[in-house]
T-cell receptor, first 116, second 113 residues
Framework: NAGVTQTPKFRVLKTGQSMTLLCAQD?????MYWYRQDPGMGLRLIHY???????AKGEVPDGYNVSRLKKQNFLLGLESAAPSQTSVYFC???????????????FGPGTRLTVL | KNQVEQSPQSLIILEGKNCTLQ??????????LRWYKQDTGRGPVSLTI?????NTKSNGRYTATLDADTKQSSLHITASQLSDSASYIC????????????FGKGTSLLVTP
């Protein structure tokens, strides 16, 4: 049982390049989330998904797109990377909403992205 | 506006000593409060989760307390170990916040020999 995995672990992009971050979970969780973590700030929600084929915007969605074609996978895409997107990206999953419900969000190990 | 404030920002203690981390929040109404431990270069891992009706929750040497009236929580670490060196994040959610969790900025704890 690997839990939540993320690939790649590190990536360096040039401004304007595109890339996709992959998140996979093997816990059969319905809900998945993408966060970014910047120095001196708390984690901020980018996008989330409440089930296969559904996605929704979080607090800071601009410049990112997501897809949830399979229940176990949640992809985060950057179409045209900008230096402001330099950050550590975390994926998380939960049985249901991590907000109002008691359920716990399980986090992946993170992807460190640098945009030059 | 950040609705979850943590203090201190950073803390250094000697191995074997106890310490207490603070979390003040303004999220209202309140549903639950969580403490996460985040080791350097890793994702956050849940330590405790408390609802508004719970005053205390323990997980080994970690004990979290909650005062929903004053909107304060604390995380007490007993007999600290070098492996406790990490960032500790307070996360608060309300019943109407849906999928959005309110994350504190974290307290960075360093335990030295």
């Amino acid at each position: 049982n690997a839990g939540v995995t993320q690939t790649p672990k590190f990536r360096v992009l040039k401004t304007g390049q595109s890339m996709t971050l992959l998140c996979a979970q093997d816990m059969n969780h319905e809900y998945m989330y993408w966060y970014r973590q910047d120095p001196g700030m708390g984690l901020r929600l980018i996008h989330y998904s409440v089930g296969e084929g559904t996605t929704a915007k979080g607090e800071v969605p601009d410049g990112y797109n997501v897809s949830r074609l399979k229940k176990q996978n949640f992809l985060l895409g950057l179409e045209s990377a900008a230096p402001s997107q330099t950050s550590v990206y975390f994926c998380a999953s939960s049985f249901n909403s991590g907000g109002a419900s008691y359920n716990e969000q399980f986090f992946g190990p993170g992807t460190r992205l640098t945009v030059l | 506006k950040n609705q979850v404030e943590q203090s201190p920002q950073s803390l250094i203690i000697l191995e074997g000593k106890n310490c207490t981390l603070q979390c003040n929040y303004t999220v209202s109404p309140f549903s639950n409060l969580r403490w996460y431990k985040q080791d350097t270069g890793r994702g956050p891992v849940s330590l405790t989760i408390m609802t508004f009706s719970e005053n205390t929750k323990s997980n080994g040497r970690y004990t979290a307390t909650l005062d929903a009236d004053t909107k304060q929580s604390s995380l007490h670490i007993t007999a600290s170990q070098l492996s406790d060196s990490a960032s500790y994040i307070c996360v608060v959610s309300g019943p109407t916040s849906g999928y959005a969790l309110n994350f504190g900025k974290g307290t960075s704890l360093l335990v030295t020999p």
